[in-house]
């Protein structure tokens, strides 16, 4: 199985820039697909960004697409979230998880992935 260790988030104003890292550990992330959720207060956890297990498929949500970018680094064994533009609505926790070699990608379902980070929390103010 792999261990996930989410870091990188942080307190920034409005049109900043964060990278937040997955650091992967056991085994490697070239075995799994990759998502990006996040949970603000009172709200649920809603998918953010997902790469395939190749690295070759991407997927966004619309809020973000187009100001963040996933990937994969198979030497560093880390995924990355690159923020860019951030707005007070981006503020909540960011977890990373790790879906196994499966039929069906299903990047933005929350259940269908097997291992999570412990989060790291991401505030935006105005």
């Not at 792999?2 to 049109?15: E, F, M, R």
């Not at 707005?87 to 879906?99: I, L, N, S, V």
Request: hydrophobic fraction near 35%; aromatic fraction near 12%; charge should be positive.
């Amino acid at each position: 199985q792999v261990q996930l260790v989410d870091s990188g988030g942080g307190s920034v104003q409005v049109g900043s820039s964060l990278r937040l890292a997955c650091a992967a550990s056991g085994r490697s992330l070239s075995d799994y697909a990759v998502g990006w959720f996040r949970q603000a207060p009172g709200k649920e956890r809603e998918f953010v960004a997902g790469i395939s297990w190749s690295g070759a498929g991407t997927r966004y949500s619309d809020v973000v697409k187009g100001r963040f970018t996933i990937s994969k680094d198979g030497v560093k064994n880390t995924a990355y979230l690159q923020m860019e533009r951030l707005r007070p609505d981006d503020t909540a926790k960011y977890y990373c998880a790790a879906m196994a070699q499966s039929s069906l990608w299903q990047y933005d379902r929350a259940h269908e992935y097997d291992y999570w980070g412990q989060g790291t929390q991401v505030t935006v103010s105005p």
